[in-house]
């Protein structure tokens, strides 16, 4: 049994790992400061402070016997970084320089941070591998590379244990629904609940890689349990793509299409090097979802 710290263990990614390791046996604390997470997502077998990763003094403590940490808390989504990049960068840059530090300092295992595909960008060579240069195109993926480069600064000068998990837009339980966090996935069910027709951006052709939640958490628990220490990143990811217009065609109803605006066309992923270096394969593709998705909806 470890004792592993889940920073962001209210939001959606964070709370179905804390999840999994409960069920793994594993003692589980929480930091969430509850600004996108919810309440009603946290598990009641571990422990949860409520505290802003960006008080350094405050979460230092709680580090303090912990094996593993899961870096998972962050403000997300690309379009809401461009209207207020001061903010995101505080929350996704010095939050996880914290992390680090209290890491660092307690002399944990690992670090397992939560990287993103958008530090990718727009890029001409597909699929997108590891060896591509960086090429982020709005604030949240330039400050989701800058955490990565965090990462691999600690594991090279401090010896801190860290590796980066690139995602490839997740989808499942729990997943955000409304306002501004919210995935293409999540938007299009809640306006086919509402009757409201589904609002595509541009021409609908951009085409994405979508992953499964639980493969995601797969890939945590895989790359914790792995001799990777270096703080490089690694992309988990499907390797399928399906295009907007596709994904409304799957979740069903009328749609409208609103002015296209800054995103890369394409994030095709390639997760060979998950399966060279943690043994891991996604096992869910988003078609075979979806109906439970609209099941759940009452869609």
């Not at 992390?99 to 597909?126: I, N, R």
């Not at 997108?128 to 990565?148: H, M, R, V, W």
């Not at 493969?215 to 499907?238: E, H, M, T, W, Y």
């Amino acid at each position: 049994m470890y004792k592993c710290l889940v920073t962001g263990g209210a939001g959606f990614v964070g709370s179905n790992l804390v999840d999994a390791l409960i069920e793994c046996g594993d003692e589980v604390v929480i930091l969430d400061n509850l600004s996108t997470g919810k309440r009603e997502n946290l598990n009641p077998k571990a422990t949860f402070v409520e505290v802003d990763l960006r008080d350094l003094e405050k979460i230092k403590p709680h580090f303090v016997g912990i094996d593993y940490v899961f870096h998972t808390a962050a403000l997300a989504r690309v379009q809401p970084s461009i209207i207020d990049p001061v903010t995101y960068n505080d929350h996704n840059v010095n939050g996880t320089l914290n992390v680090l530090v209290a890491a660092k300092d307690a002399g944990v295992k690992k670090v397992v941070y939560s990287a993103s595909s958008s530090a990718y960008g727009d890029q001409k060579v597909m699929p997108l591998t590891e060896d591509l240069p960086a090429n982020a195109i709005s604030p949240y993926g330039l400050q989701k590379y800058i955490g990565e480069e965090y990462c691999r600064l600690f594991s090279y000068v401090y010896k801190l244990p860290t590796v980066c998990l690139r995602y490839f837009n997740v989808y499942g339980p729990r997943m955000v629904l409304t306002g501004a966090y919210a995935s293409v996935i999540g938007i299009f069910g809640r306006q086919r609940q509402a009757g409201q027709p589904l609002t595509i951006v541009g021409d609908g052709e951009q085409l994405r890689t979508y992953t499964y939640v639980q493969d995601i958490v797969k890939g945590n628990l895989f790359a914790a349990d792995s001799d990777i220490s270096d703080g490089r990143p690694i992309n988990i990811g499907q390797s399928t793509e399906y295009t907007v217009n596709q994904i409304a065609a799957m979740i069903g109803g009328p749609a409208t299409n609103l002015p296209p605006r800054i995103e890369p066309r394409r994030n095709l992923c390639d997760s060979s090097l998950a399966k060279k270096l943690l043994n891991w394969e996604p096992e869910m593709d988003l078609p075979e979802w979806i109906p439970s998705y609209k099941k759940l909806l009452n869609i």
